[in-house]
């Protein structure tokens, strides 16, 4: 599975974690930035390449942080086909992805820690979408906001 991941100055230090998570668990991964720490740097500059990447289908899921993760979430969900959530637990970290088909996991690296991320990284990408009618109906309807 190939994973993209990005990140802000406020998510730098958790993106490395991350990226160094997913290198040890087998995965690849494609880097959008922030390659080094500048405190200058804006959040859609690498949260939107990552976004257009997830539905461009150039990676199978992404993940992006920001200081909070609200502004990441924010960014990704304007790309048309991204499903994209901040994610502070277990159970939405799967849940996400079984029910919405969440194919963008965002984070917080100022409130989130680093093994707390594992976690939900790790939750994030062993699940899979459902498929249920019910999660189908919903999907849709969402789906039709986008155009």
């Known amino acids: 599975m190939k994973i993209g991941i990005a990140a802000d100055h406020g998510g730098y ?3 490395k ?3 160094s998570f997913l290198v ?3 995965y690849e991964v494609v880097d959008f930035g922030a390659y080094e720490l500048n405190l200058q740097d804006d959040y859609p500059d690498f949260v939107v390449p990552l976004a257009q990447a997830v539905t461009a289908k150039e990676v199978d899921r992404g993940i992006a942080v920001c200081g909070s993760g609200v502004g990441a979430s924010v960014a990704a969900n304007k790309i048309p086909g ?3 959530a901040l994610v502070n637990d277990h159970f ?3 849940q996400g992805v079984e029910d919405d088909n969440l194919n963008l996991l965002c984070l917080g690296g100022r409130v989130t820690g680093f093994m707390a991320a594992q976690e939900y990284v790790q939750a994030f990408l062993n699940a899979s979408f459902t498929g249920a009618e019910r999660h189908m109906r919903r999907l849709q309807k969402v789906h039709l906001l986008e155009k």
Do not use: C
């Open 82 to 84: 991204v499903r994209a």
């Open 92 to 94: 939405s970290a799967h």
């Open 13 to 15: 230090d958790l993106k």
């Open 17 to 19: 974690t991350i990226h």
């Open 24 to 26: 040890a668990s087998g």
